[in-house]
């Protein structure tokens, strides 16, 4: 038995997203693209193609996860840090990212083992289950109608750039108008 399979619990998951606000949604469906990541690396552990892997990580880093991080750090956690009782966890939260930022780091530059390459899904799909049940839940609970519909408008100008990138041959990514669309 897989250990993801178990924790990130697709019907769980399921449940949370459609319990979701629609204003944490875009984070939410971003949250799935990864768990997605860890939950197959889980199931191909012991990895044979190591290299692949790692580029695959590095990748949706590059595309999507570090447009979010940069969207939670600068839209979600200020707006949570007005509540007292969620500011440790967004400490914690703000620690993840940029332990998970030198995981991400080590996979662009081939450093990872298979091991550690497996302990790094286990800690993404830790730290999005954090994020899925204990802040989103409180701040859709803490927030008015008004401060989450403004977060959201926040977050969606945030993440306009993930939006608009595109993988181009080589594992790069570059803004839709460089590639002239």
Same mark, same amino acid.
């Given at each position: 038995?897989?250990?993801?399979?178990?924790?990130?619990? @697709?019907?769980? *998951?399921?449940?949370?997203?459609?319990?979701?606000?629609?204003?944490?949604?875009?984070?939410?469906?971003?949250?799935?693209?990864?768990?997605?990541?860890?939950?197959?690396?889980?199931?191909?552990?012991?990895?044979?193609? *190591?290299?692949? @892997?790692?580029?695959?990580?590095?990748?949706? $880093?590059?595309?999507? +996860?570090? +447009?979010? $991080?940069?969207?939670?750090?600068?839209?979600?956690?200020?707006?949570?840090?007005?509540?007292?009782?969620?500011?440790?966890?967004?400490?914690?939260?703000?620690?993840?990212?940029?332990?998970?930022?030198?995981?991400?780091?080590?996979?662009?530059?081939?450093?990872?083992?298979? /091991?550690?390459?497996?302990? $790094?899904?286990?800690?993404? /799909?830790?730290?999005?289950?954090?994020?899925?049940?204990?802040? $989103?839940?409180?701040?859709?609970?803490?927030?008015?109608?008004?401060? +989450?519909?403004?977060?959201?408008?926040?977050?969606?100008?945030? *993440?306009?750039?993930?939006?608009?990138?595109?993988?181009?041959?080589?594992?790069? +990514?570059?803004?839709?108008?460089?590639?002239?669309?």
């Amino acid at each position: 038995m897989h250990t993801l399979d178990n924790r990130v619990g @697709w019907g769980t *998951l399921e449940r949370i997203f459609m319990l979701r606000n629609k204003n944490l949604i875009p984070l939410s469906r971003q949250h799935q693209h990864a768990l997605a990541l860890c939950v197959r690396i889980d199931r191909a552990s012991p990895v044979e193609d *190591l290299e692949a @892997w790692q580029a695959e990580v590095a990748l949706q $880093f590059r595309s999507e +996860i570090a +447009i979010h $991080f940069a969207a939670e750090e600068k839209v979600v956690f200020p707006a949570a840090r007005r509540f007292p009782e969620l500011t440790s966890l967004v400490d914690e939260l703000l620690g993840e990212h940029a332990r998970l930022r030198s995981s991400f780091a080590a996979a662009e530059s081939r450093r990872l083992s298979a /091991a550690e390459l497996a302990a $790094f899904a286990e800690q993404l /799909a830790s730290h999005i289950r954090k994020e899925e049940r204990q802040l $989103f839940e409180r701040l859709q609970e803490l927030l008015s109608e008004e401060q +989450i519909g403004t977060m959201g408008r926040e977050l969606e100008t945030a *993440l306009q750039e993930a939006t608009q990138a595109c993988a181009v041959p080589g594992g790069k +990514i570059a803004p839709a108008a460089e590639q002239g669309n």
